[in-house]
Nanobody, 115 residues
Framework: VQLVESGGGMVQPGGALRLSCAAS????????MTWVRQAPGKGPEWVSR???????FYANAVKGRFTISRDSAKDLVYLQMNNLKPEDSAVYYC??????????WGQGTQVTVSS
């Protein structure tokens, strides 16, 4: 089982990034996918989730700026992040979880928003 995030980097405030999470080793369609972030010195923060049938959910802090999507043909989940703010800086982690409680995490990708 593997989740591999990519797409992080450094961007100026107001910029955009698209994170990707590539899944392998499990039945992707059986898992809902979540993005969680953690800033230095802070606890994990739930960002967004997408259901099996691609219904998205967002934290208030990112609603209207972030868009989550999944490509079941490629076993990928994306997080399009627009109008980025310095407070969005964090390590972003991808999580897969099914109804039986099996849960997998990626290694994370760093996002830094700074001028």
């Amino acid at each position: 089982v593997q989740l591999v995030e990519s797409g992080g980097g450094m961007v100026q405030p107001g910029g955009a990034l698209r994170l990707s999470c590539a899944a392998s080793g499990f039945t992707f369609a059986d898992y809902y996918m979540t993005w969680v972030r953690q800033a230095p010195g802070k606890g994990p923060e739930w960002v967004s989730r997408i259901s099996f049938d691609s219904v998205p959910f967002y934290a208030n802090a990112v609603k209207g700026r972030f868009t989550i999507s999944r490509d079941s043909a490629k076993d990928l989940v994306y997080l399009q992040m627009n109008n980025l703010k310095p407070e969005d800086s964090a390590v972003y982690y991808c999580n897969a979880r099914n109804l039986a409680g099996f849960s997998y995490w990626g290694q994370g990708t760093q996002v830094t928003v700074s001028s």
